[in-house]
Structure formats: structure tokens, C-alpha cells
């Protein structure tokens, strides 16, 4: 051993035993009740949140989702929307509920999004909000009202460039993925067209269906039924690859172009892993149902599974992809 000559008193702390027993003790019946609670899980009814008023993809997307988990779980599964601020006021009563599994939070890429947006949450999602799963994801559809004389995207794009400031889209609100994928248009394809928000998708297809505004970025559920009776048009979808057969991708017209709508259950952190693991299992049970996964299809949307870690991942490279578009395109909060 080299000498340095320098000298070293060990200090050991010795913490009397009661006190080691107690915190065994205690982590042992946060153990035991832990499991007791998922022995038992659900007793009660249970809440799914949603942060977007009734008549939306979310909302139509919960619906359907919620007959299996009722008959899955045995207890009723009550729907409850609390909308507003890019469902952050959702986020926010859901990670201040009880982690007992009877609070679950639906949510879309807004909770990836809000990340980058709002300095001041009030809470951290990553570590306030434990994933369960991923159970369904779609491409946004590019949609427009059927007097407007744009019949594909390249139409769109040259009416747009052709005329700066006078197409308007219509969203489910700022700064989610829909003002997200409209943005992307703007910078992609060298236009302007002007973004109007609205509180909710189904608020913004009303809004196209009437002629208030010209155009949308709608999740399949909220526009595919009113594009299947003549009541809007459909030109485009916004995802990788084509989806619905009859419609292009944006991508084949401007290269690299996606936005993906998805739909994912959370729940307060410090649930029980028994019970977030109940939950995923019976959620992959109902959307392998061929009923189920037939709806969801209609209405362009792909049935998904995941493992809550690999739904945790998923949200944190969210995050990062749209933090870049955020910064890229300027966006920020008033």
C-alpha cells in the first residue's frame, strides 16, 4: 500500500436496533397491505379520467374500451371527463387521487407534449404517473369540409400557398397533437395556415362540419364517422405508412411527416405493481376481443399492447420528439 501520509478515522454509525426493526417493520406492512389491496382489487367502482369533454376520439375510444374492463374487473367503470388546460387539470386530480387502482387516467400524446410547454406543472409525470398500457393508436386524419376545392394533399398545399392566411384548421385544443401536426404542415410545406382551437375534437368537427373552419387534423373516431356519410372529406392520414388504403400518407408528400394519436391508461405512482399489472392484463384481454378490435379498426384505429415499461418508454421518446417540434416551430405558453 503507498503511503501518502495522510491519516483516516472511519466513523461507523451505529443505529440502535428498535429503530432498524421499526423501518422493517414498516416497509414489511406497506408490503403486506400492498398486497392485501391487489388481493382484493376492485371492491369498489372504478373512475377512468379523461381531459377531454364528451363527443371526442378520447371519449368515444373510452367507451368502447370500458364494457370489456367492466366485465373484466366486475365493478362498474365510471367515465369522467374533466377537460381543460391540454388535459393538464385531468393530470393533475389523478396524480393527487389515492393509489389504491381506482383513479385511471386516459390520456393521449398531450401528456408527452405538456412536458416541454409548462414550466410549471405542478406535478412531474414521469415520476407522479405510473404507465399501464398503450391499448390503441392512430394516425390523425387530415380532413377537410366538402367545399373546399382540395380533393389531395398536393390541391391543399398549392390552395394554401396560393392564398397565405385564408385556410383555417380547427383542433381539439392548443399544443396537442393536432396543433402539433398542423404546425408541422406550416413548416414542412411552406404555408400558412392559421390554427384554431377548440375544447375538444369533437367541439373542432363541429366546427368543420358547419364551415367555421376549412380543415382538421381529427383523431379517426372524432371524423371518419362524417367522412363515411358525405359529410366531410378525407385527403390525407399522418402516420408513417398508409393506414387506410384509399388514403396517402403525408409522408409520401412531404417526406418524414408524422403525427400519431394514441390512446394509454395511467394511474397515480405508488399503485400497488399487482394491481397495475391486473389492469394491463385485462386491458391486452379486451382489445384482443374480435368485437372490440373490429370498432376500433372501423374507426381507423389499430388495437395495441404494451408492458407498462415499455408504455413508460414510449412516453419519454414522445417527449423528445416534440419537445424538438416545440422548439423548432416557436411554440410556447402565454
Avoid at 133 to 142: C, G, I, K, M, Q
Avoid at 198 to 217: D, Q, V
Avoid at 220 to 241: F, M, W
Wanted: proline share 9%; with cysteine; net charge positive.
Amino acid at each position: 500500500m503507498v503511503n501518502t501520509g495522510l491519516a483516516y478515522k472511519q466513523v461507523i454509525r451505529v443505529i440502535p436496533a428498535p429503530f432498524v426493526l421499526c423501518a422493517i417493520c414498516v416497509i414489511a406492512a406497506q408490503g403486506v397491505m400492498g398486497l392485501a389491496l391487489a388481493q382484493n382489487y376492485p371492491v369498489k367502482p372504478v373512475r377512468l379520467v379523461i381531459g377531454f369533454p364528451p363527443g371526442g376520439g378520447a371519449d368515444i375510444m373510452a367507451r368502447i374500451l370500458a364494457p370489456k374492463m367492466v366485465e373484466a374487473l366486475g365493478q362498474q367503470v365510471i367515465i369522467e371527463s374533466r377537460p381543460g388546460a391540454g388535459t393538464n387539470i385531468a393530470m393533475d386530480y389523478v396524480v393527487k387521487s389515492p393509489p389504491d387502482g381506482y383513479t385511471l387516467l386516459m390520456n393521449t400524446p398531450p401528456i408527452a407534449i405538456n412536458m416541454s410547454l409548462y414550466k410549471n406543472l405542478g406535478f412531474d409525470t414521469m415520476r407522479d404517473l405510473a404507465a399501464v398500457s398503450v391499448f390503441a393508436s392512430t394516425p390523425n386524419v387530415l380532413t377537410v369540409h366538402p367545399s373546399l376545392p382540395a380533393r389531395t394533399p398536393k390541391d391543399l398545399l398549392a390552395l394554401a400557398k396560393s392564398k397565405p392566411g385564408a385556410l383555417t384548421y380547427a383542433s381539439s385544443g392548443n399544443l396537442g397533437g393536432p396543433h402539433l401536426a398542423g404546425e408541422l404542415i406550416n413548416l414542412m410545406g411552406g404555408v400558412k395556415i392559421l390554427h384554431v382551437p377548440y375544447k375538444g375534437n369533437g367541439p373542432a368537427a363541429i366546427a368543420l362540419l358547419t364551415g367555421e373552419s376549412t380543415m382538421m387534423f381529427g383523431s379517426g373516431p372524432s371524423v371518419i364517422p362524417h367522412v363515411n356519410n358525405g359529410k366531410l372529406r378525407a385527403l390525407a392520414t399522418t402516420g408513417k405508412k398508409r393506414t387506410i388504403p384509399e388514403l396517402p400518407a403525408m409522408t409520401e408528400l412531404l417526406p418524414g411527416y408524422e403525427v400519431t394519436q394514441w390512446y394509454g391508461i395511467l394511474v397515480p405512482a405508488g399503485v400497488p405493481k399487482e394491481i397495475v399489472d391486473r389492469l394491463n392484463k385485462e386491458m391486452a384481454r379486451a382489445i384482443a376481443n374480435p368485437k372490440i378490435a373490429g370498432m376500433f379498426i372501423k374507426l381507423g384505429t389499430q388495437p395495441v399492447s404494451t408492458s407498462s415499461e415499455e408504455f413508460a418508454a414510449f412516453i419519454k421518446s414522445e417527449q423528445m420528439k416534440y419537445a424538438k417540434v416545440i422548439k423548432e416551430a416557436g411554440i410556447r405558453v402565454d
